[in-house]
């Protein structure tokens, strides 16, 4: 069983930065493909970022790319997503998924364990 949590959440100021965290306290998440999700109220979980098993591919929603940088530290089981440049329109509960897939998932379905969501909130 994977277990996830996340963590690193807050309140920020537009154009401060965030680093969030996710790792398990169970199984190792080292053959796991890894995700970021985030979701608004009101509006459906979309994708932010994800990661394959060993760090060396990822993939950015548009909306983030060159503002946002997922990485993993396998031996500390453990994935960052570090957010810079926040926006307001950056403000949701963020989520981490894992994946038995092993390359970059971008797909929502294909993820098959989620934390609990951590709150990102940017004021103006």
């Known amino acids: 069983q994977v277990q996830l949590v996340e963590s690193g959440g807050g309140l920020v100021q537009a154009g401060g930065s965030l680093r969030l965290s996710c790792s398990s306290s169970g199984r190792s998440l080292s053959t796991y493909a890894m995700g970021w999700f985030r979701q608004a109220p009101g509006n459906e979980r979309e994708f932010v970022a994800t990661i394959n098993w060993i760090g060396s591919s990822t993939y950015s929603a548009d909306s983030v790319k060159g503002r946002f940088t997922i990485s993993r530290d396998n031996a500390k089981n453990t994935v960052y997503l570090q957010m810079n440049s926040l926006k307001p329109e950056d403000t949701a509960v963020y989520y981490c998924?894992?994946?038995?897939?092993?390359?970059?998932?971008?797909?929502?379905?294909?993820?098959?364990?989620w934390g609990q969501g951590t709150q990102v909130t940017v004021s103006s």
């Open positions: 998924a894992a994946s038995t897939q092993g390359g970059v998932v971008a797909i929502r379905r294909n993820y098959d364990y």
